[in-house]
Structure formats: C-alpha cells, structure tokens
C-alpha cells in the first residue's frame, strides 16, 4: 500500500513541470528528482511485498498503514522544495503543513516564488485534502478513533477487515472533490482571479488547507464577490462528503437533514452575525464591510481553512479571544477540516444532559441519541479520551516550545492551529499577518509532529508507542 501511494505521488510530483521553465534547471530538476526518488522508493517496497495471497488488512495494519503514510509522503513531497534553498526543518514543515491541510507556513515572498513551486503546495494540500476525506469516512470508522465508529455508512462494517466497497467510495470523493475545485475555479476566474491564481486557491479552499500564492493571502484580492466565493467554498468542504454522495444519488431528504450540517450552519450564522453586530457598534465598521469580513474569518477558523484576509486581531480583545476558542471547532465528520468537529460537541452537550438527568431522577433511563442512533458506551469514552490527549498534547507541546525560548502566547497559539489543523495562530510572530518562519527548527519538528498528530486525531499515532501494538 505504501509503495502504491508512493508511486501514485511521484506521478503528482510531475505537474508542477507544467509551470516550470525547464525540468532541465531549478526549480524543475528538483520535481524530477523528487519524483524519481518516489517512484524508486515505492517500487522498491512492492518487490519486497508478498506477491501471493488475497489482500486483507487488520486493524493493526491499518493503524501503521495511516500513520505511516502521513508521515513518509510529506518526507517525499518536502524534497522538491530543497529546490529553493529550504532547509529540511522547512521543508518537512511545509510539506506536513500542506498534507495535513493545515497551512501554516515558513515561506515568504509569495508574490515572487516560482510558480512551480507555488502549484506543488497547493496540490500537497488537495491531495492531503482528498486523503483526509477518506480517512474520515472509510479509515476512522474501521481504526474505531475517537468516536468515528458512529459513522459506519452502508458501505463499511466493523469487522477487522477494510471494506469490500471502499474503492467505491474513495472514487465517488474523489470525483466530488475535483468537481468542487472545478467549480470553485470557475468561480474565482469569474470574478477576476488570473486563472493560475483561481486554480492554486481552488485547490486550498475546498481542500480547507488556505495555503496561498501571495504573502498577503486573501488580502491580496479587494473584491468582495471573490471573499463570498471563498466563503461558500471553504464552507463545502467542511461539510460530510457522504451527504454529498447522498444527494448525488438522489437522497435530499437525507441531505438536508443531515444533523451535523444543520448544527454547523446555524452555529457559523449566529457566530458571523455576532461579530458583525459587534464591530458595527464598537468600531463604526459598514455593515456590509464587517459582515463580509466577519463571515469570511469565521468561516476560514472554524473549517480550519486559514486563510487571512486581514488582521482580525485588530478588531479588539473580543474577537481575539473569540478566535482563540473557534480554532478548535472544525468542521463536520468526513470532511476536509480539522478540528474536535462538530459532531463530538452534540455527543457531549447529549452525554451531559443526560447525566443531569441522572442526578436528577438516578432511576430513570435515558438513552444518548445521535441521528436517531443510540450512543455506545464505547463512543463516549472514545470521544472524552480524544479531549484529554488533546489538552495533553496542547500542555506538553506548549512546555516545549516555551522551553526552547519561544514566548507563550505563540508557543500557545502555534501548538492549537498546529492540533486542530488551522493555520494561522496569535500575536505578531505566527498571527493572521504573521509567519512561522523565525521559530526554531527545533520548534519546527515538534509542530510538524503536532499537526500529523492532530490530523490523524491522536490516537493513531498514540497507539503505536503502547508495547502492546506490537506484541504478536
């Protein structure tokens, strides 16, 4: 399996060869390297595979598989980027950033760098972004993590084997995933984006990565139409790609209803409008300017897309505070953002109610329902053990950093966009405006290790440091 998506990454590494000047000289002899070097390395692990015997993974393999997979491709995806004088502490960094879709970055000068290099981050992101989904619907759902088995669909089971209908599935999210940056595209080059530009931030929108081709990201375009369009799109690839799939054949009754989508929209409404009452009392802000922006920072937080297209920190203690704590939400199940999401906050205002019930009235019984399905006793402890070893991770992560001179607000506000996959944190140094450039290397390795941490929601990671994962 490694060497299959090894092989299927190096022939991505050659796209960007599209927008070099030559594969002959820099930066175009790097993505020709890099993707010999891929496709080498991928070979040589299928003829080192048995070549006998039905293909079946354990749960066990799928745990290293997915682990493993997160962590070697951005080494491979990081080497094109030594191509522009990186080094390997950058490049790794970028690279994990732009597979996790998280989109922080140590590259500055944007408006300058090669376009080669500008559409490989990009496209590291969407593939990120299409590997996330199915990782959410099919892999999380199998590895039982942090509450994902509530999500088996029709096309999974719980046995310790991946799913006969899994590549079924992985192709009806690609499919919707290139239909949706298509029409994201489209959109942007509508409203007046270069159609480089509308294609590089296509691919980050939908992806919720919001890696950009400009040191100023969102702020770099002053129309608004093209802030609602990025609105709409970072908002469809938050959403449950299976309730897309859903629609497709037909089921709107089930997409509509879809109680994660409802909970999501209505909490991005009350939120945005909050803001933008906010900032039109406080500061004089014109309506339609402080909604716009409002809605567009929101949006980008909570799908943990990232992109900026000002300093919302400028906006006063309320939304800098406000920001702090979106960071966390993230979008739906299957999806591309990252985050808690949304469902475990129903789960756990459900679990909580209930227990006021119980202390209420201890005789009565009163099931947890989620979707018209009953909450398993698993399920809860899964989703309350992912809460504590993110508030662990936050803890030491923050220690770390404050120990290797990093100063606490960045050093807290790094290792929260790094857990929950956003970008941008707080302060001068890694805020909206900001960059993640002048924190150490050592700093630089251990929010890599956070992001794929949070990315693939702790556990996956967490379980192979235990002695009893690798005992026979």
Not at 276 to 293: G, K, M, N, Y
Not at 303 to 327: K, N, R
């Amino acid at each position: 399996m490694l060497g299959g998506l090894l092989i299927a990454f190096s022939a991505f590494m050659l796209v960007p060869l599209l927008v070099a000047p030559s594969p002959f000289h820099q930066p175009g002899g790097a993505f020709v390297l890099g993707a010999l070097a891929s496709a080498f390395a991928g070979l040589a692990l299928i003829a080192l595979s048995p070549a006998s015997g039905a293909f079946e993974m354990t749960r066990r393999q799928g745990f290293l598989v997915t682990a493993l997979a997160w962590t070697i491709l951005p080494a491979f995806g990081a080497l094109p980027l030594l191509g522009v004088e990186l080094s390997a502490a950058d490049a790794y960094f970028e690279a994990v950033s732009a597979m996790t879709t998280t989109g922080s970055t140590v590259m500055t000068g944007l408006d300058f760098a090669p376009p080669s290099i500008l559409l490989w981050r990009s496209l590291m992101q969407a593939i990120g972004g299409v590997g996330v989904i199915v990782l959410g619907i099919i892999m999380m759902p199998f590895l039982r993590v942090g509450g994902m088995q509530l999500f088996h669909t029709e096309s999974s089971d719980t046995s310790e084997k991946i799913v006969a209908k899994a590549f079924d599935l992985a192709a009806w999210i690609f499919g919707l995933f290139v239909l949706l940056t298509l029409a994201c595209a489209g959109a942007y080059h509508v409203f007046g984006m270069h159609w480089f530009d509308a294609v590089n931030h296509a691919l980050t929108t939908v992806s919720t990565g919001g890696f950009s081709t400009h040191d100023s990201s969102f702020g770099y375009f002053e129309d608004a139409r093209l802030t609602w369009v990025a609105t709409v799109f970072m908002l469809a690839g938050a959403l449950p790609f299976v309730a897309y799939i859903r629609l497709a054949r037909g089921r709107t009754f089930e997409f509509v209803g879809d109680i994660q989508m409802r909970a999501l929209l209505i909490f991005l409404v009350a939120i945005s409008l909050l803001v933008t009452v906010t900032r039109v009392i406080r500061s004089d802000t014109p309506v339609f300017e402080a909604l716009t922006t409002s809605a567009f920072h929101i949006v980008s937080v909570v799908t943990t897309t990232g992109y900026a297209s000002e300093d919302y920190q400028l906006w006063g203690p309320f939304a800098v505070g406000l920001f702090f704590i979106l960071t966390f939400v993230g979008g739906c199940s299957g999806s591309t953002a990252g985050g808690v999401k949304i469902y475990r906050f129903q789960i756990l205002g459900r679990l909580a109610a209930a227990h006021l019930t119980r202390i209420v009235s201890p005789s009565r019984i009163h099931p947890v329902l989620y979707h018209e399905r009953k909450v398993e006793d698993n399920v809860a402890y899964s989703i309350l053990s992912f809460l504590v070893a993110l508030l662990i991770s936050l803890l030491a992560s923050t220690f770390l950093l404050a120990w290797l001179g990093v100063d606490l607000i960045t050093a807290l506000t790094a290792t929260s966009t790094a857990l929950a996959n956003v970008g941008p944190g707080l302060g001068a140094t890694v805020g909206p405006v900001g960059n993640f450039a002048s924190l150490p290397d050592a700093a630089k390795w251990i929010l890599s290790f956070m992001m794929i941490l949070g990315r693939l929601e702790f556990f996956t990671i967490l379980v192979l440091l235990t002695p009893a994962f690798w005992r026979a």
